[in-house]
């Protein structure tokens, strides 16, 4: 009777400690970012001990990939995947170290990139003939998620599975925002993809120009503020700034770049980005629904494009562009980071990751001289707009190449992974992860002249991009099913206002009223 | 009446210059875009942006010899533009010329309507039929294959190739192949041997035809293909991303692009004008 005691004691006991080992690991792989997964099912994925996956190469400090013990990674080995992608600079740095995944997992992956367009034009065809071809989607949340977001498995059905590895760091290890727009369409109940890339609308502005001691104090001088761009500048003092140095150019007193700003404002997407930012600073938006830009809705209410915020932000709207570089309206944010680039322009809204562009040598003439800071103000705030896509699985997969599928997701948009795509020699693009943010290594990244910045030089614009990503500054465009063509109407009206063609308070009419038919109100 | 010749030979001669100035003006028009990309195809990323521009320096080819390396990966994307549009001009000149002369000279109830309704294939834009393709290409499992693509394009070439050659046969007399059959030649004999060496230059143009839409076709390349079976125009694109874009490889990648065609047509350029006016005048 003791013995049997004594044994039923020491098998509760190494139980208790089992648990609390498994306790234990979970903490620790979790160190860097928010720990606790606040998706249902978190519990259980605490429950199970979890054993660190063997990928090479982890870095100290941020939380692992890891898997139920006695979970074979190889289960799925011979399972081919295709995963349809924008041709971006992490799809690249993936591609370039698949190699790594395919090897712990045996599961073969095809990274097929295209534009965007043509991404979205696929895999819209590809849901509608519910095939398989691809396994793994890189859905743009305005072009492929709004719209087809029954056609997502719920990851959350993987990340709950006790049988299976789940997000390392857990969900609140993403950007906040960005978990919403990528992750999500109409409500939080399904989880339709992971935050995979981020590039956000920051100024770009020449610091040999803005620091110039005696171009700063004659601006001062003859216009009675402070230049330096940051939290402070408005669109207003903006549109000075660059009409004076146009000005200046002119009289050769500036010398080093030929016109004040550029702007993206090709009759395209770019145009719609590029307003979008003037917009929300002057308070405006493009529909009344609540939750647009995060979660988003399937009706998004009636278009508020009429109201005199909008007018009001599409009049200076104009005033930049008219005053800005005249290849501005011929420019997407390409040619914009080319002509930047060349060291033609002063300052000019453009995508932070474009930051590694103007420290290439081989690429820019402005090596050294960028800085960077959030987009000015308007009456209301500062808006900056995000565009960042996450990654989800495809309805249509078969069951295992779903399960394969989310080795993949957990693998390509973990720290580590993260990481290791910031570190990439192809450009690299910023995680979308608290944890990689917090290492002291990327925290240096952040400052001109580092070791750090130089081999990471994306991060260079990260003070300003983090900044633009707090709640208050942040602009998301509307998430609805009908935002391609409405995209359409607003750059198409925009182009026309830019073109003298219409004033901008008839132009906004336009979009308010082709809107409302579009969506219905 | 000396005078009045001199004033005649002077506005001939004015007229003769004023013509060469339109022509040369028209050449510079069409070959300094060709020109300037093969040129720029040719110097490095700073040569290619110097102001002002130059036209006489030290060509490299190592964008070439980048694109063609191993890490580079082109010559597969040359290779798959090559087997698709060659495949496919193949397969749409065989049975388009024999379906061309099943129309002219056969004896159909409707036939005006049939050959209408082959060509009408062709009136539908490429998006239109780029769903219902996909659907049927992804329940036969084509998608991302190379025999895909080679079937979308004969989809697409061959009511081309059918109707052209059509006519081509229709202009030909056929009491040529009566003539032939007098001699003891079969009905096939007589196409293969007296009809067809006729229409060769209708043959060309229309093989010219197909394999310009399918080298030059980026449409049904970015969507029915994969990584593995991607083609020269797909290529082209993938040279514009968010790092900016690869001016060199563009320009590069476009020279390589127009110089089979270019070859092609000098070479068949006879047939091709032969071709492309028979039947206009009769």
């Keep these: 009777m003791k013995k049997r005691a004594l044994k039923a004691a020491s098998v509760g006991a190494l139980g208790t400690v089992m648990v609390l080992a498994g306790c234990g690991t979970a903490n620790t792989n979790g160190a860097g970012g928010s720990n606790a997964d606040n998706s249902s099912g978190s519990a259980k994925t605490v429950a199970a001990r979890q054993v660190a996956a063997p990928f090479p190469g982890a870095v100290p400090g941020l939380p692992k990939i890891t898997a139920p013990a006695g979970f074979n990674w190889k289960q799925f080995a011979g399972t081919h995947l295709t995963f349809i992608s924008e041709n971006t600079p992490p799809s690249s740095a993936l591609a370039e170290n698949i190699k790594q995944f395919e090897k712990v997992t045996g599961i073969t992956v095809t990274i097929e990139q295209s534009d965007l367009s043509t991404v979205a034009q696929k895999v819209a065809l590809d849901f509608a003939a519910k095939s398989d071809k691809y396994q793994v989607i890189y859905p743009d949340p305005y072009q492929m998620l709004a719209k087809y977001s029954y056609d997502y498995v719920d990851l959350n059905r993987f990340n709950n599975d006790p049988t299976l590895p789940h997000i390392p760091g857990g969900l609140n290890d993403f950007i906040t925002s960005q978990l919403q ?50 939290p402070n500048l408005t669109w207003q003092q903006y549109y000075t700034i660059e009409k004076w140095i146009n000005q200046k150019v002119k009289q050769g007193v500036i010398k080093g770049v030929k016109y ?43 278009s508020l494009m009429n109201s005199s915020k909008a007018i009001a932000a599409a009049t200076m709207y104009k005033k930049i562009v008219q005053a800005a570089a005249p290849g501005s309206t011929s420019w997407d944010w390409n040619g914009l980071a080319e002509a930047f680039a060349a060291g033609d322009i002063a300052m000019a809204p453009e995508w932070h990751e474009f930051a590694s562009m103007m420290e290439n040598p081989a690429k820019s003439k402005v090596v050294g001289k960028v800085g960077f800071a959030v987009l000015p103000r308007g009456p209301v705030r500062s ?100 935002w391609p063509q409405v995209d359409s109407i607003v750059f198409t009206e925009l182009s026309k206002m830019l073109a003298n063609q219409e004033t901008p308070a008839q132009a906004m009419k336009n979009i308010a009223q082709q809107s409302n038919q579009l969506t219905g109100n | 009446m000396m005078e009045q010749t001199r004033a ?275």
């Design chain 1, 260 to 302: 004040g700003a550029g702007a993206q404002a090709k009759q395209y997407d770019s145009l719609m980005c590029d307003f979008s930012n003037v917009l929300a600073a002057y308070g405006g938006d493009y529909f009344k629904a609540p939750n647009l830009g995060s979660i988003g809705t399937t009706n998004p209410g009636p």
């Design chain 1, 181 to 230: 727009v990528d992750g999500y369409m109409g409500n939080k109940d399904h989880l339709y993809a992971l935050p995979y890339d981020c590039p956000t609308m920051i100024l770009f502005y020449r610091k040999d120009i803005f620091d110039n001691p005696k171009y700063k104090a004659m601006f001062k001088k003859e216009e009675g503020f402070d230049w330096t761009p940051g």
């Design chain 1, 383 to 482: 808006a900056n707009i995000f565009g960042g896509t996450g990654i989800g699985i495809s309805k249509y997969a078969t069951p295992k190449e779903q399960k394969a599928a989310w080795l993949f997701i957990v693998w390509a948009t973990s720290p580590q992974a993260q990481y290791m795509i910031l570190k990439s020699k192809n450009g690299g693009e910023t995680p979308t992860r608290y944890s990689v943010y917090n290492l002291p290594e990327i925290k240096k990244g952040m400052t001109p002249g580092t070791k750090e910045s130089k081999e990471m030089p994306n991060l260079l614009a990260m003070k300003a991009t983090l900044e633009a990503w707090k709640p208050q500054n942040v602009y998301m465009r509307p998430k609805i099913p009908q």
């Design chain 2, 8 to 282: 005649g030979r002077k506005r001939g001669a004015l007229g003769t210059a004023v013509l060469y100035v339109i022509v040369v003006i028209a050449l510079i028009w069409a070959l300094l875009p060709i020109v300037w990309m093969v040129l720029s195809s040719l110097k490095t990323q700073a040569g290619m942006f110097s102001m002002p521009p130059k036209f006489l320096f030290k060509p490299t080819f190592d964008t070439y010899r980048q694109m063609f390396s191993a890490s580079g990966g082109f010559g597969h994307y040359l290779w798959n533009s090559v087997v698709a549009s060659v495949l496919s001009t193949a397969i749409s000149l065989v049975l388009g010329t024999l379906g061309g002369f099943a129309l002219a000279r056969g004896h159909f109830k409707r036939g005006k309507d049939l050959s209408f309704w082959v060509i009408s294939t062709r009136m539908a834009p490429i998006p239109a039929v780029m769903l219902p393709l996909y659907l049927m290409f992804s329940k036969l499992g084509l998608i991302g294959t190379m025999t895909g693509l080679v079937f979308a394009y004969t989809t697409f070439n061959l009511p081309f190739a059918l109707w052209i050659m059509m006519t081509f046969f229709k202009d030909i007399p056929p009491a040529l192949e009566e003539a032939g059959m007098v001699d003891g030649c079969s009905k096939f004999q007589a196409f293969w041997k007296i009809t067809l060496p006729m229409a060769a230059p209708g043959l060309v143009a229309t093989g010219i035809l197909c394999l310009m839409f399918a080298w030059n076709d980026y449409s049904f390349a970015s969507v029915f293909t994969s990584t593995a079976t991607q083609t020269v125009p797909v290529a082209a694109s993938l040279l514009v991303s968010q790092e900016g874009v690869q001016w060199g490889q563009a320009m590069a990648t476009g020279t390589i692009i127009i110089l089979p065609m270019l070859i092609a047509g000098i070479f068949v350029r006879k047939y091709l004008v032969r071709g492309l006016s028979m039947g206009a005048v009769k």
